[in-house]
């Protein structure tokens, strides 16, 4: 474990000494983090290693917090970031612990990266499509450690991968816990579906019955539940407390964050706050139950449950994100579900999503679509943009699908923080959405 | 061992591995960040170090970068992929380093005042007005850079960065925001800020759109930088022989006479000014357009060679784990510097004064079109008649560079990849739109 070897309890004996008001929150959070990138055949210079570690202490007290962050971990960064974040010195400080981490693994073997694009290519051609692409494939390792006043949870790690596709006729980007055939196959199916797609006609603006895959579901249900329900974005709008009991969406709809429950090399066990993380309802039956929600937010509101919290690094103040979004599954089939949105839309995937924390709206963008006729999948449709207010999308889902899939994978930007994000939902079916090409 | 002799004992193990062509990026700051948001008031300190290496042969290239310093042992993976050619060592013309370098980095008091007086100077005006979020950043970075080709380069920077987000009290308001950079955090003008957000706030309250209209337009500065933005396919080469082609009329120009764009990485009091770029070459001014006709993109040293055009000195490379790119440091519109915004606003019958963008907008170089929303006033006799908002901006890009009358002197930078900027320009030839489709 390479974020063994940090004395924890002289680590909190030291946090003790600054956190000497009733409600103070002192935590010193240790990152390590290893990325393994193999470039586009095409580009120079071939592998790419980037390898950081470093350590930030932070003291929160009457809504005011302090942040002292260092790349590196050694007892005498330790001591010095401890001395800019104390608001008063201790007359007979205690030493200052010993940091001494274990060094970095080797480098593991990375054969299987540098064998992934050809995978794919072969994949690509197995479905009789041969196109030009670039493609970069990257390892992301992170190891973290937080420890507390009052508690030093287990060392947490992540393990996934990501891949970006230069087209000639745009991007394309996916994040995946693992390399394995499956992965190839649905890249592949992604990219060549992509390929066809290209030339396909535009929709018409239209209010339309939408049936979303699940990949689909899990970034609209990322942006229009996960980012609305986060205690920073409902603290833009007021009082966060008013938001619990909303009827948000129709009683199809239970939403939970669960990070226990993600694909095993990027599950949690406790949030980069050190909180236990938790199966966390943020809709049951389409009612706002517990949003998410970090220690500074939980610290103003009994009603808010912490276990939320993310961290882009260790320079940045934690903020309350999703982890990994679950749609529970209805009764749908899929057959049912495009038999009641004849004459509209099916989007197997998203390439990105926004939403206006005030004003609610959000825009979701679709490579491409299908049209759906006869309660099958027609002929394939342009890019689209899907746009509404997040109380009338959730109001107008009128099917959830019987089977879940882990999918939807991707990164989510927002204040400035990258974060991956995991999903595993079922389709969706909306009776009526804003669909414009 | 100082920075010197652990980047040669780097080259010399790498250059013992068969990689002959070694280079060492090293960099170090510290910087500091306020915020006042959702998550309370917010004071982070960090301090920064990291390396990164690049190193190739004939027949394959690696890259690696880490925090702290780099150790000869490695970690070196095999290389792999493209050979790697480094540029040489060429003369660095003189360069005065700015004053402010010494200067110190603010205080938290200081930092938090400037964002309390932005809000006080808005709510004052408007009354019920809401700060969202209130950021301040500001660091010092020192860079060195060491090839086995020569090259032993250093110089050091520091910057700035504002950002503010605001709300009117009225239902359904949106959230407006500024971006800004500046050498020195000393030098935001709280009352300028307030009064850029008074107006936008206001405008998207009282603006209202024709449906279709035509005139003289006055685009503000961060309209001008919203376009160059869009134009950067032009400006970075690859693809910028395609676009040239297409917008160059029979006389062989792309813009009107008064058009002159130009990148300069030495730009006096720039927040990237600096002797070297990121490769360790000269920086200089570039001019891509002069007076109406295409000059030349900006070039690497290596995309120059063998072509008639010179390197631009404009490889970025904004942080030690990002690759070296080429990609603009101050690119701007060169202003006029004996025109008056107002000179221009007194010559305009009927029209509109457009100050600011209401979105990102959507350009298209290959169909050669644009729709921006906007926002500012109706013009009458030079004088501001009726507020205007949620209007689109459209028509096509060769048609804005030509329809260029009147360039005033008030340059403005932005924050965009590098720094953008545009005076104030009069044009013709384009439309106002309520509804872009």
């Known amino acids: 474990m390479p974020l063994s070897g940090l004395d924890a309890t002289a680590v909190a004996r030291c946090l003790s000494q600054i956190a000497d008001h009733g409600d103070d929150l002192a935590e010193a959070y240790f990152e390590r983090l290893e990325e393994v990138e193999y470039p586009a055949a095409d580009e120079e210079p071939g592998i790419r290693v980037r390898r950081e570690e470093g350590f930030a202490i932070r003291l929160v007290r009457d809504g005011r917090s302090w942040l002292a962050a260092r790349d590196q971990i050694t007892t005498g960064a330790f001591g010095e970031a401890m001395r800019q974040v104390a608001r008063a010195l201790p007359a007979a400080p205690y030493p200052e612990p010993t940091l001494d981490p274990a060094p970095f693994p080797t480098l593991e073997d990375t054969s299987r990266l540098a064998r992934f694009p050809t995978a794919v290519t072969r994949a690509i051609r197995r479905q009789l499509a041969a196109f030009p692409m670039r493609l970069r494939v990257k390892r992301h390792r992170r190891w973290l450690r937080v420890i507390g006043t009052q508690l030093a949870p287990e060392p947490q790690s992540e393990s996934f991968y990501s891949c970006d596709v230069d087209l000639p006729w745009g991007r394309f980007g996916a994040l995946t816990p693992d390399l394995s055939g499956g992965t190839v196959e ?54 966060v407390e008013s938001a619990l009991g909303l009827q948000l969406g129709g009683p199809l709809l239970n939403v939970l964050d669960d990070p226990t429950n993600a694909p095993e090399s990027v599950r949690r066990s406790s949030d980069d706050e050190g909180m236990i993380a938790v199966r966390r309802w943020l809709l049951r039956d389409g009612v706002v139950e517990q949003p998410l929600a970090d220690l500074f937010a939980a610290h103003h509101s009994r009603a808010l449950m912490p276990g939320a919290a993310r961290r882009g690094n260790r320079h940045r103040s934690p903020a309350p994100r999703s982890t990994h979004l679950e749609l529970l599954p209805g009764d749908s089939s899929l057959h049912e579900l495009l038999a009641a949105a004849d004459r509209g839309l099916y989007f197997p995937e998203v390439s990105s999503g926004r939403l206006d924390p005030l004003s609610g709206r959000f825009s979701i963008f679709l490579p491409y679509g299908r049209r759906i006729e006869g309660g099958a999948l027609g002929e394939l449709v342009g890019p689209c943009r899907l746009r509404g207010t997040v109380s009338g999308l959730l109001g107008g889902i009128n099917g959830v699908g019987q089977d879940v899939e882990s999918a939807g994978a991707g990164w989510c930007a927002k204040n400035g923080l990258k974060l991956p994000v995991w999903a595993t939902t079922p389709a969706i079916g909306i009776g009526s959405a804003e669909v414009r090409g | 061992m100082t920075g010197d002799s652990l980047a040669s004992g780097v080259v010399e193990a790498l250059a013992g591995r068969g990689l002959k062509d070694v280079e060492v990026f090293l960099k170090s700051g510290r910087s500091r960040r306020f915020e006042i948001g959702p998550q309370g008031r917010i004071a982070s300190s960090s ?141 935001f003008h709280a009352p300028t800020i307030a009064r850029r957000l008074v107006d936008r706030l206001l405008l998207q309250r009282e603006g209202q759109s024709p449906d279709r209209d035509r005139g003289e337009f006055l685009l503000g500065p961060a309209l001008g930088v919203r376009l160059l933005v869009a134009l950067l396919p032009l400006v970075l080469g690859g693809g910028s022989e395609a676009i040239v082609r297409a917008l160059r009329d029979r006389r062989g120009r792309i813009g009107s006479e008064l058009l002159t764009i130009k990148d300069d990485g030495r730009y006096r009091g720039g927040i990237l000014e600096a002797p070297v770029d990121g490769e360790g070459r000269p920086t200089r001014e570039t001019v891509i357009v002069g007076e109406g006709r295409f000059n030349q993109p900006l070039v690497s040293w290596n995309e120059a060679q063998g072509t008639a055009v010179g390197a631009s000195g404009c490889v970025r490379r904004p942080s030690w784990r990002d690759l070296p790119r080429v990609a603009p440091s101050h690119l701007y519109l060169a202003p006029s510097p004996d025109v008056k915004v107002a000179s221009l606003l007194t010559a305009v019958t009927r029209g509109y004064y457009l100050i600011d963008t209401q979105g990102s907008g959507r350009f298209d170089l290959e169909r050669d079109s644009f ?48 720094m953008i900027g545009s005076p104030t320009t009069l044009v013709t030839g384009l439309e106002l739109r309520r509804n872009p489709d």
Do not use: K
């Not at chain 2, 792999?80 to 205080?107: I, K, M, T, Y």
């Not at chain 2, 709300?167 to 407006?176: I, L």
């Not at chain 2, 030079?382 to 360039?407: F, K």
């Open chain 1, 186 to 239: 649905r890249l592949a199916t992604s990219l060549t579906t992509l390929f066809r797609a290209q030339d396909a006609p535009r929709v018409e603006p239209a209010e339309r019955s939408v049936v979303l895959a699940p990949p689909a579901a899990a970034v609209l249900l990322h942006e229009v539940v996960a980012h609305a329900l986060e205690t920073d974005t409902l603290m833009m709008g007021g009082r």
């Open chain 2, 47 to 187: 301090q920064e170090e990291g390396w990164a290496v690049r190193a190739g042969s004939d027949r394959s290239s690696l890259f690696v970068s880490g925090t702290g310093r780099p150790a000869t042992v490695g970690p070196w993976p095999d290389p792999d992929g493209q050979p790697l050619r480094l540029p040489p060592a060429v003369a660095v013309p003189l360069w005065n380093p700015p004053a402010d370098l010494e200067a110190p980095l603010s205080g938290e008091i200081e930092a938090i005042r400037l964002l309390e007086a932005i809000e006080t100077s808005v709510t004052s005006e408007l009354s019920g007005a809401r700060l969202l979020r209130g950021l301040l950043d500001e660091g010092s970075s020192q860079t060195s850079i060491l090839s086995s080709r020569g090259i032993d380069a250093s110089y050091r920077g520091r910057a700035a960065s504002l950002f503010v987000e605001m709300a009117g009290p009225w239902p359904g308001a949106e959230t407006v925001g500024v971006a800004m950079a500046r050498r020195e955090m000393r030098s």
């Open chain 2, 371 to 418: 729709r921006l929303p906007v926002c500012g006033f109706a013009l009458r006799q030079g004088h501001a008649a009726v507020p205007l908002a949620g209007a689109w901006l459209t028509g096509s890009i060769s048609a804005w560079l030509r329809g260029i009358q009147g360039v005033a002197r008030d340059i403005e930078f932005e924050p965009w990849s590098g």
